[in-house]
């Protein structure tokens, strides 16, 4: 399953809503628990943010949100704080191969 | 704590052969199905292995299929990646993670080791 993110970089300044959005070449409805979205800095782990399209991961901060819209999937960072500045991708776990979109790096205006 | 720590990366020539480890602790690991990702610099995850909580189901990318091997040791806590005709296209950081504890949310990964880097060269 293909995986299309946008955009591929964006500049935020700190309190910013940001919001990146991941397409899949497949129907919105049978994934959505199956869409993860992950956060990695230099040098580390991608880190789980958000499981089945809307589930916080515990120990993430509430100013992340996952959501959908129309045939899209969203990440919603609001007031963007400086910790968060990182690259973020979307994944899909409902079939292998398991696949992630090409990733938003989230940098500071 | 849950913790996954990867190791036997390293510098090999094309064509060799190199086993990783993954040392699992701070959770039942026989409870929990596991996977094998890759990350080549400055790109995005690669999705590589999964391999069941008994051990008795695996996965493969097209990409690794037929070189790859995945396999674990319950009694252990260790997960392996038995990886033969390396080629420069496999130099990355590899990465093992902690997938969910049913069929479902095998793919959902929470936990993941620091990596180790393999360099084919």
């Known amino acids: 399953i293909q995986m299309t993110q946008t955009p591929s970089s964006l500049s935020a300044s700190l309190g910013d809503r940001v919001i990146i959005t991941c397409r899949a070449g497949?129907?919105?409805?049978?994934?959505?628990?199956?869409l993860n979205w992950y956060q990695q800095k230099p040098g580390k782990a991608p880190r789980l943010l958000i499981f089945?399209?809307?589930s916080l991961e515990s120990g993430v901060p509430s100013r992340f949100r996952g959501g959908a819209s129309g045939t899209d999937f969203t990440l919603t960072i609001d007031s963007l704080q400086f910790e968060d500045f990182a690259t973020y991708y979307c994944?899909?776990?409902?079939?292998?191969?398991?696949?992630f979109g090409q990733g938003t790096k989230v940098e500071l205006k | 704590q849950v913790h996954v720590v990867e190791s036997g990366g390293g510098l090999v020539k094309p064509g060799e052969s190199l086993r990783l480890s993954c040392a699992a602790s701070?959770?039942?690991?026989?409870?929990?199905?596991m996977n094998w990702f890759r990350q080549a610099p400055g790109k995005r995850p690669e999705w590589l292995s999964y391999?069941?909580?008994?051990?008795?189901?695996?996965d493969y990318a097209d990409s690794v299929q037929g070189r790859f091997s995945v396999s674990r040791d319950n009694d252990k806590n260790i997960l392996y990646l038995q990886m033969k005709s390396l080629t420069v296209d496999d130099t990355a950081v590899y990465y093992c993670a902690r997938g969910g504890m049913t069929t479902l949310t095998r793919g959902r990964c929470d936990s993941w080791g620091q990596g180790t880097l393999v360099s084919v060269s």
């Open positions: 497949q129907a919105r409805p049978s994934i959505n628990s199956y």
């Open positions: 701070g959770f039942l690991f026989s409870d929990f199905h």
């Open positions: 391999i069941s909580d008994d051990g008795g189901h695996s």
């Open positions: 089945a399209t809307s």
């Open positions: 994944h899909q776990s409902y079939s292998v191969p398991f696949t």
